[in-house]
């Protein structure tokens, strides 16, 4: 599964919890928090100041 800007939180970290550490790298500390778990990967950027192509290269890569 390529991973998206629409990709929930939720689901990224259950399908690949490896993932986590390119999060957090990137000043995505909230991984935890229940309300994260819906939030896509773009919403999620957006809130913390993140480029999402950047963070999805690295993720995809």
């Not at 599964?1 to 986590?20: D, H, N, Q, S, V």
């Not at 913390?48 to 890569?61: C, P, Q, T």
Request: hydrophobic share 40%; aromatic share 2%.
């Amino acid at each position: 599964m390529k991973i998206e800007k629409t990709t929930k939180l939720g689901e990224l970290l259950e399908k690949y919890p490896e993932k986590a550490d390119i999060l957090l790298e990137a000043g995505m500390h909230c991984l935890g928090c229940p309300a994260s778990q819906a939030e896509t990967l773009e919403e999620a950027c957006i809130v913390h100041g993140i480029d999402v192509e950047e963070l999805l290269k690295k993720i995809n890569a």
